[in-house]
Structures are given as structure tokens and as C-alpha cells.
């Protein structure tokens, strides 16, 4: 198979299983050297959090109902299986949980560049691995100029709201779609995969899909 793989992701920019589930289909693509072209839409896991965030811990209790210990195992859990397949996550005790609307749309402005991978990529490196507020205009306008992108410019982006309703209309689309968790992938706009399904699960389906274009 000569041409990519396209497999549109629906996931949020604060979900572990997110970053996880596309680092084990990039792994899987990297082993069995079939290429993939990856789009991302956006979910918003916490679509009525405040500006002031929520202490990581006490949010998980409470939209879950898991204990400390709980909580803490998972974390581990996840930051074991980030470590396997090479991304870093750094919990600390006082993280917390952000509304992600402008991060989407400072993905959506980036995607009118042919950025919007990269920035995707860059905000989840800076919410798992640097513990940054991804709901915070001067660090997204940070990341974003991280990227190479024109800082100016995503600021008066995320200030004039102008990628708003076009998120908003992405996210209709998904939930509409019966996508109701993250990450959700959808290969060659057919297969529907949800979930972390680990590198070889990935990979498994990744030569399925070849050997049937072939």
C-alpha cells in the first residue's frame, strides 16, 4: 500500500489515554512501516469546568468516585505504559484539570497552517509532561510560538474567538457520530477503534487494512 493510512482521532488534549493511544499507533506504524496520516477533532472531556481548573485528585474522585489510592494507581499505571512507549508523563500532587475549549481552537487555527499535528503533539507534552494550565491564553500562545508559529497571531485568534463555532460544530458532528469517549479513531473514515488498544493491537490492524487495499 503506496498511500497513508488516514485515521481521524477524536480526543482531548487532557487525556492520558489520548497521548497513549497515539503513541502506540505511531509505534505500530513506525514497526510495520506502514504510514499513517493522522487527523485530530476535538472532544472536550470537562466541557463545563471553570476557569479556575480543579485539583486533578479531587476531580477524579469526583467525577469517578475513585479513592486516593485509586488514583494514584492509575497514575502510576499510566505513567508505567508512557515510559514504555516513549511519552512522559509527570503527575504531581497539585495538577489539575483544565477546560480545553481554546486549546481546541488554538488546534483548529493551527490546522488553517497545515500545523494542527504538531500543535495537538505540543499541548499534550505541555499539560502531561510540563504540568502546564493548557487553558491559559499566555501559555497557549507560548506553545504555539514553540512551534514556530506567529505568536501575534494565535493570540488574536484564541482573543477574537474566531475558531469558536467552528470547533463547536466539530464537536457536534462526533457526539452526533455516537462518540461518547476519547480517544476514539476512525481508519480509513470506516473502522471505528476505541480506546488504547496497545501497539500491537495497532499494528494488527494497520496490516489488515493494507493488505486489503492491496
Given amino acids: 500500500m503506496t498511500d497513508p493510512i488516514r485515521v481521524d482521532i477524536v480526543s482531548d488534549v487532557v487525556c492520558p489515554w489520548c497521548a497513549i493511544g497515539y503513541s502506540q499507533l505511531k509505534q505500530a506504524s513506525d514497526q510495520t512501516g506502514i504510514a499513517i496520516e493522522v487527523h485530530w477533532h476535538p472532544f472536550e472531556l470537562n466541557p463545563d469546568m471553570g476557569p479556575e481548573g480543579e485539583n486533578l485528585r479531587d476531580h477524579v474522585k469526583r467525577k469517578y468516585g475513585s479513592s486516593a489510592a485509586d488514583s494514584a494507581a492509575a497514575r502510576d499505571r499510566i505513567t508505567a505504559?508512557?515510559?514504555?512507549?516513549?511519552?512522559?508523563?509527570?503527575?504531581?500532587?497539585?495538577?489539575?484539570m483544565w477546560n480545553t475549549f481554546r486549546a481546541h481552537q488554538l488546534i483548529d487555527w493551527a490546522e488553517g497552517?497545515?500545523?494542527?499535528?504538531?500543535?495537538?503533539?505540543?499541548?499534550?507534552?505541555?499539560?502531561?509532561?510540563?504540568?502546564?494550565?493548557?487553558?491559559?491564553?499566555?501559555?497557549?500562545?507560548?506553545?504555539a510560538e514553540g512551534i514556530g508559529l506567529d505568536a501575534d497571531q494565535a493570540r488574536q485568534a484564541l482573543d477574537s474567538g474566531s475558531q469558536a463555532d467552528q470547533v463547536r460544530g466539530k464537536q457536534r458532528f462526533w457526539t452526533q457520530q455516537g462518540i461518547t469517549g476519547v480517544p476514539a479513531m476512525v481508519f480509513l473514515r470506516q473502522h471505528l477503534v476505541t480506546g488504547a488498544q496497545g501497539t500491537e493491537n495497532y499494528a494488527r490492524i494497520l496490516q489488515h487494512l493494507a493488505a486489503e487495499a492491496a
Fill in 81 to 96: 505504559i508512557g515510559k514504555e512507549i516513549g511519552f512522559d508523563f509527570a503527575f504531581a500532587e497539585d495538577q489539575r
Fill in 113 to 143: 497552517q497545515g500545523r494542527a499535528h504538531d500543535m495537538k503533539l505540543a499541548l499534550l507534552t505541555a499539560y502531561f509532561a510540563q504540568g502546564r494550565n493548557v487553558d491559559d491564553l499566555d501559555v497557549l500562545v507560548d506553545v
